[in-house]
Structures are given as C-alpha cells and as structure tokens.
C-alpha cells in the first residue's frame, strides 16, 4: 500500500517514547505533549516507518542527566511534589526554586519521568549516530533548548540537546548546532561557551523587552573573555516578526553554508522548533512547511551525521504537518508523498475542521507582516562572515 521505500546508501532512525504524550503541562500552558502523537500518526500513516529503523528509548538515568546538570537541581525535579493549581499567569513567584512551579515550567503530575524521557530519546539518538548504525537521527520529544544546568527555563526542564551534544563530543572533534525555532537556544549556547569543539547557531525572533528569552543579538557571539577558545563560536541571527520562506532560505544557506565552511563539523545537531512556523500560537514569522523543510533538506545536503530534535511548536496540527514532512524529508520521500492527508487513521479527526481534504503542506494561520529588511538581512550575514573570520580549523 506504501510507496514510500528505505533510502539507498543510508540509514534513519526514529525514536520514539510514547510515554511522553501522557504528560500535562496544564489544560490551558501552550505545551502539548500530545502534538508528538500526532506527529508520529502522521508518519505511520504515510508508511515513513517501513523506511527508518524504529526505537523505543528507555528513559535516561540520573548519572546521564548529571553530565550536564547539577545534584541539587536533579533532586530537587525528582522530589518535588506535583502543584494541582497551576499559579497566576505572570509569574509573581519570588521564591521559586531553581525557577521551578511558575506559569511557564509548572510543577505536573509525572514531571521527572517525562523529563527524562526526553532526555532518554535524544541521547538514544546520539548514540546510533556514534556507533554509527545511523546517519539521520529524528528525535522529536527532544529540543528543549532553554534548560541550564541548575534551572528550568521556557517549558524546558532538562536540556536533552546539551547531553546528546555531549554524548557526540565522545567521538566526534567538532559539532555544529543549528536552531531554527522562533526563540533563541540560549540553554544550548551557554553550555559550550568555553569549548571550540561546538558551535552554535540559533534564527530568532529577537526583542529583548517584548520577547522571551530576550537574548541573542547579533554582537553576542560568546565571552570574548582572556584566551577562551569558545569566543566568536556563538552565532545569533536576530530577526524582526513576518520573515517570508524566500528571506529565510537564502539566510539560512547563506549563514551555514559559511559556517560549515569555516568550522568544519563532523557532526550537526538541528533543532527544528516549529514555533517559527506562520500560524503558531506563540511565535511571529511567516514560514510554510516548505520554508521550515527547506532548512532541513539544506543540513542534509551537506552530508553529515545529523541528530534532528523537536522544540517548540504550539499550534499542534502545523506542527505535525512539518515534523511528517521533516521526517519525510530525511529518508528523502517528500517528492513521492500524497499531499492530501491519508483517510484512514483516527488523527484525521483533527484535521477535518478545517477541509474536506487536508493538505500536508497547507498550514493554518493568517499570515503576519513581513518586517525584515534586505538591507537588515545583509548586515546580518556581513557581520556573521566577520565573525567567521576568528574561526579557523
Ligand atoms: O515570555 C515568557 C515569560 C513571561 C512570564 C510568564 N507569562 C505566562 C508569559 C511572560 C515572561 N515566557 C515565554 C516562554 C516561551 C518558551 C518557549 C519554549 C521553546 O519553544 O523555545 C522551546 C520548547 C512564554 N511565551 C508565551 C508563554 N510563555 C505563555 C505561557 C503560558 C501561557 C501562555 C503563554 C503558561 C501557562 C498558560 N498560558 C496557561
Ligand atoms: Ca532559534
Ligand atoms: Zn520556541
């Protein structure tokens, strides 16, 4: 019934913890779990699955979680009790621990396990890319960018990007991580400050008094602090709310095709936050899926070992429709899928109000306002190239 076929001459995996749905940020927080579901429906639906080797992760340990983050902080998310009453919207908690039970990381019912899940499913992923039984890695339930060592931080509470990135580290001399959700990877950026072995990317949406996290202007490229080997290897792309597909696209290449040039990694992380899509209940842009894929066709172009991560992405039907389309994208089927959603799966339910026939490809959403100069996208990639130029292998 499929036609969807394993690509030739390499393998993709896709991990998956279906425990991971199961968990409620609260009936109204924009986080839902269940958009993973979704996502995965959509790719069973298609046959993707007959393409790519299928895991399940266990979750990951304590002693994992502890490569990156603090005692303290990790016995205080084990022990914690679960807050039935979500608190005020704004936050007014002065004494939250570890910035712990807030309006953005609620303190849920299961909070521990569902974190180590995520962090489970992409150090599973990094992995497969080490003993190199894979050579695209899909971690969808991982890309939770915000979390530090000792904080929660924009519904993220474990960084599972900064473990698989360390797991690579293992075995691999330079990482490069790109980051195309509509907020700034912050949590990501931070970790490697002092290391030359990764570079970090992030495209955001950047407003420091009106829009988390309000960090990731153009000049901040890393502590440019006495000999730190990490300075100059954090580049931020700031951009204004509307950017169009086209803009993006030619950013994006033009950004890490430099970058990929000048750093020369051996492995490439892409967190794929699809917040940066039109229509999201929280970001600003203007991107279709084809814009959003195109970064992903791009990255694997290149032809490195890749692990893909999820990330934000609040309105849940656009961003199934772009991780199915991502996904297809890296066994290399997006040529040969029906863009008509398939009849025969219950998710279509969730598709049917909006057409008869629901199209992969076609997003929900007014689009928003482009304010994004071509005069202000050229400063960006001058300053970039400027930057690029500290950076030599
Ligand atoms: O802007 C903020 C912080 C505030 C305090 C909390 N209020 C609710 C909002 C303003 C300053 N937080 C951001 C966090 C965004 C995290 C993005 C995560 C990722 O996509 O990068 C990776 C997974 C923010 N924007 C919107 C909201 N918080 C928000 C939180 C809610 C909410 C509505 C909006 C929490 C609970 C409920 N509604 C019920
Ligand atoms: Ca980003
Ligand atoms: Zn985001």
């Given at each position: 019934i499929s036609n969807i076929t394993r690509p030739k001459g390499y393998n993709v995996s896709f991990h998956y913890q279906p425990e991971m749905e199961k968990h409620h940020f609260g009936q109204t927080h924009p986080m839902k779990p269940w958009r993973l579901t979704l996502t995965k429906s959509l790719v069973m639906s298609y046959g993707m699955n007959f393409a790519m080797d299928n895991y399940t992760p266990r979750a990951a340990t304590y002693e994992e979680l502890r490569d990156f983050h603090t005692q303290d902080y990790l016995d205080f998310l084990a022990t914690v009790a679960p807050e039935p009453v979500p608190r005020d919207l704004d936050n007014h908690n002065p004494d939250l621990k570890f910035n712990l039970g807030g309006s953005d990381c609620p303190l849920f019912e299961g909070l521990f396990d569902y974190c180590s899940m995520s962090g489970g499913v992409s150090l599973d992923a990094a992995r497969k890319i080490c003993n190199k039984e894979s050579d695209i890695a899909i971690a969808w339930g991982g890309g939770l960018h915000h979390a530090k060592k000792s904080e929660a931080s924009g519904f993220c509470y474990i960084n599972d990007i900064v473990l698989a990135i360390l797991q690579l580290l293992r075995h691999h001399p330079r990482v490069l991580y790109i980051d195309i959700d509509v907020h700034h990877g912050d949590g990501v950026e931070e970790a490697f400050f002092s290391t030359d072995r990764v570079m970090t990317c992030s495209f955001h949406k950047y407003d420091p008094l009106n829009f988390f996290p309000g960090t990731g202007g153009l000049d901040d490229n890393g502590p440019k602090n006495e000999h730190n080997p990490g300075a100059h290897h954090a580049i931020n792309v700031p951009l204004n709310d509307g950017i169009t597909d086209e803009q993006y696209a030619w950013l994006f290449q033009?950004?890490?095709?430099?970058?990929?040039?000048?750093?020369?990694?051996?492995?490439?992380?892409?967190?794929?936050?699809?917040?940066?899509?039109?229509?999201?209940?929280?970001?600003?842009?203007n991107l279709q899926v084809q814009g959003h894929g195109a970064c992903v066709e791009y990255v694997k172009g290149l032809g490195l070992p890749m692990i893909i991560f999820g990330g934000g992405g609040y309105t849940p039907r656009n961003v199934a429709r772009a991780w199915a389309y991502e996904t297809a994208?890296?066994?290399?089927?997006?040529?040969?899928?029906?863009?008509?959603?398939?009849?025969?799966?219950?998710?279509?339910?969730?598709?049917r109000q909006e057409s008869l026939l629901p199209s992969l490809e076609q997003i929900v959403g007014e689009p928003r306002q482009n304010r994004n100069t071509q005069k202000r996208l050229q400063d960006v990639i001058q300053h970039v190239h400027e930057q690029l130029r500290f950076v030599n292998q």
């Open positions: 033009s950004v890490i095709g430099k970058i990929v040039e000048k750093f020369r990694p051996t492995a490439i992380c892409l967190q794929c936050g699809a917040d940066s899509l039109a229509g999201d209940r929280i970001g600003r842009f994208v890296a066994i290399g089927c997006q040529g040969r899928i029906d863009p008509v959603i398939p009849q025969h799966t219950v998710w279509r339910e969730h598709f």
